[in-house]
């Protein structure tokens, strides 16, 4: 069993930028991690942001945060990160920290482990 643990989250206002972690705990080899995140009036689904592969060297982002969000790792730990600059008030969200088995996804349904969500506020 994986556990994962967000933290970094906050509020800011726009244009600035925050750094979230994700500690996982439980799996000693790496695998494939992403962060996702949940809106305010958006409880039937949580968007994939960006998915890194267990050596980090494939990651993959959603079409909204592209060229603003990046996603790293630490070496061969299942530990996680996302640089996030020039937000904007729509990314007000819960964010969350998933990792699975399946492969390198933006899909929800794909990653086996969640953690409990960091929430990120961001005001215009």
């Known amino acids: 069993q994986l556990h994962l643990a967000e933290s970094g989250g906050g509020s800011v206002q726009a244009g600035g930028s925050l750094r979230l972690s994700c500690a996982g705990s439980?799996?000693?080899?790496?695998?494939?991690m992403a962060w996702f995140r949940q809106g305010p009036g958006n409880e039937r689904e949580r968007e994939g942001i960006a998915g890194i592969s267990p050596s980090g060297r494939e990651v993959t982002y959603g079409h909204s945060v592209k060229g603003r969000f990046t996603i790293s790792r630490d070496g061969s730990e299942n530990t996680a990160y996302l640089q996030m600059n020039s937000l904007k008030p729509e990314a007000t969200a819960i964010y969350y920290c998933?990792?699975?088995?399946?492969?390198?996804?933006?899909?929800?349904?794909?990653?086996?482990?969640w953690g409990r969500g960091t929430q990120v506020t961001i005001s215009s």
């Open positions: 998933a990792a699975g088995l399946t492969g390198m996804s933006l899909d929800s349904g794909k990653f086996q482990f």
């Open positions: 439980g799996i000693s080899s790496p695998i494939y």
